[in-house]
T-cell receptor, first 114, second 112 residues
Framework: GAVVSQHPSWVICKSGTSVKIECRSL??????MFWYRQFPKQSLMLMAT?????????EQGVEKDKFLINHASLTLSTLTVTSAHPEDSSFYIC??????????FGDGTRLSIL | QQQVKQSPQSLIVQKGGISIINCAYE??????FPWYQQFPGKGPALLIA?????SEKKEGRFTISFNKSAKQFSLHIMDSQPGDSATYFC???????????FGPGTRLSVLP
């Protein structure tokens, strides 16, 4: 079946650092990729939707300048958390989809900001 | 209109029992209803999904029942196993390529 790879799976860094998370669709061309944030024991909160070659659409309350999303190709989207602070610590999950199949999720990235 | 309600919040079932999780939606434009299973530290994995043109879909031990008029759907896990212990999310959306609205999740524990 379709596989979505997310990297890194876990990152720890100092406050003020920028962190880039990659999301790759391995066996299909993802016209749309979604980025979610999940707090412990809570549901997935959509942060933004990105379509290949165009600007991402951010959900209300999500800072565009803090969470930079790039979807440069049909198989790769990146989320960069700029100048990360402890409150940005969370589990970030991407998913990829196209009109012919449901969303498939990556395994998530656990971000810890010290 | 975009909310998906899910119950129960947590569920404990004995091995071999039936686990039932219920969801309700409001937006009648939704036409795709997937269920995702998530283990700790992992991303959600698609378990089973249904479209409103059928009232039931079965895949192995997992069955979705769908009631279009009531705007409700449920997941039944037959012969529940300890390996089924996970968090289950229902979701609703308009089609594959668009965003889903997720329910708050149900933490299932199957006792050995």
């Amino acid at each position: 079946g379709a596989v979505v790879s997310q990297h890194p799976s876990w990152v720890i860094c100092k406050s003020g650092t920028s962190v880039k998370i990659e999301c790759r669709s391995l066996d299909f061309q993802a016209t749309t990729m979604f980025w979610y944030r999940q707090f412990p024991k809570q549901s997935l909160m959509l942060m933004a939707t990105s379509n290949e070659g165009s600007k991402a659409t951010y959900e209300q309350g999500v800072e565009k300048d803090k969470f930079l999303i790039n979807h440069a190709s049909l198989t790769l989207s990146t989320l960069t958390v700029t100048s990360a602070h402890p409150e940005d610590s969370s589990f970030y999950i991407c998913s990829a989809g196209d009109p012919n199949q449901p969303q498939h999720f990556g395994d998530g990235t656990r971000l810890s900001i010290l | 209109q975009q909310q998906v309600k899910q119950s129960p919040q947590s569920l404990i079932v004995q091995k071999g029992g039936i686990s039932i999780i219920n969801c309700a939606y409001e937006n009648t434009a939704f036409d795709y209803f997937p269920w995702y299973q998530q283990f700790p530290g992992k991303g959600p994995a698609l378990l089973i999904a249904i479209r409103p043109d059928v009232s039931e879909k079965k895949e192995g031990r997992f069955t979705i029942s769908f009631n279009k008029s009531a705007k409700q759907f449920s997941l039944h896990i037959m012969d529940s196993q300890p390996g089924d212990s996970a968090t289950y999310f229902c979701a609703a959306g308009r089609n594959y390529g668009q965003n889903f609205v997720f329910g708050p999740g149900t933490r299932l524990s199957v006792l050995p």
